[in-house]
């Protein structure tokens, strides 16, 4: 399914996002057969939010997608997105979503497809500017058989934006990028939110978790366990991080592992961390011997969290 199928506007998006919740997930439930996949999901995204849906294989994120783009029917509960059903919303051409298994049309140009899916849309961004949005400019001419995997999803990128949706759904948006089209790409994802739209997407990314989403959403078992800020999150987690310098002939991890607070060391580079139980008894331990040499304290990582939160459901 391309991310034009799934949009299928009528033609009556709005240049301005509409007031109300972009989402709106009441009690929600939905299982196959006998087997529940979500259980009782409360969900309330507002505009300009830009959150991450987060949560180990099996957890129901591709589920909860699904429900919320109308693409399965919940047992129980309401989905609405901006007051409206989700396939009411999607025939308004109020959200669209670029997914996964998204398969663009095979010899057609990126040029030709965009042209295409803006004739759609009411006020569609111009072919110029979703070009520079998504850094597609070079690719207009190209097939999309000839394409690598990272040009195939900045145009899927592309034909989910040219329509300027109110909302915006992601599965993995930056599978096959390179570091340099990650980059560019949520500068552009940032760009958006800043105008008032909302945008929700799945990763296991978690550094890029941390860096652009305003709010992360945690699923274990289909329930959410989590729901905050990515500071908010790590801070869930007891263990703190201690770095320090160490000399070619300083103290290894063996070593380390012996001080109080220490819960685990690694050595590399010239530069100790270690994870802490207690931060201020290692810290200390560390002043006693005089191994305080550029020293950092952290907060657990959001991986750390993740695993924290998701492996004891």
Not at 106 to 124: I, K, M, Q, S
Not at 184 to 204: N, T
Not at 218 to 228: H, N, Q, S, T
Request: glycine share 12%.
């Amino acid at each position: 399914m391309t991310a034009t199928a799934l949009s299928r506007p009528d033609g009556a998006a709005p240049a301005d996002p509409p007031a109300g919740p972009a989402v709106r997930l009441h009690d929600v439930s939905f299982g196959y057969g006998r087997d529940p996949v979500v259980h009782g999901l409360d969900l309330r995204v507002e505009p300009g939010e830009v959150l991450a849906l987060l949560g180990p294989n099996g957890a129901g994120k591709s589920t909860t997608i699904g429900l919320l783009l109308g693409l399965l029917t919940p047992a129980a509960g309401r989905v609405s997105l901006f007051g409206l059903g989700p396939e009411q919303a999607v025939r308004r051409g109020l959200v669209a979503a670029m997914l996964q298994e998204n398969q663009l049309l095979p010899r057609a140009t990126v040029g030709e497809l965009l042209h295409f899916t803006r004739g759609l849309y009411r006020e569609p961004m111009s072919l110029d500017e979703v070009a520079g949005l998504a850094d597609v400019g070079d690719l207009l001419g190209r097939t999309t058989d000839g394409l690598s995997g990272g040009q195939a999803q900045r145009v899927r990128f592309a034909l989910a934006v040219v329509g300027r949706p109110s909302l915006l759904v992601l599965d993995e948006p930056t599978a096959a990028l390179d570091v340099r089209a990650r980059r560019e790409f949520w500068r552009a994802i940032d760009g958006y939110a800043a105008h008032g739209r909302a945008v929700l997407f799945a990763s296991h990314h978690l550094q890029e978790v941390d860096e652009h989403a305003g709010r992360v959403v945690m699923l274990a078992a289909g329930r959410i366990v989590a729901d905050g800020s990515p500071a908010q999150i790590r801070r869930t987690v007891a263990d703190r991080t201690v770095a320090v310098d160490v000399t070619r002939d300083g103290p290894d991890e063996a070593m380390l592992r012996t001080l109080p607070g220490v819960a685990s060391a690694t050595v590399a580079a010239g530069r100790a961390e270690l994870r802490c139980t207690d931060a201020d008894a290692a810290v200390t331990a560390l002043a006693e011997r005089g191994l305080l040499r550029n020293i950092e304290v952290g907060a657990g990582s959001l991986e750390d969290a993740f695993l924290s939160i998701t492996e004891v459901r």
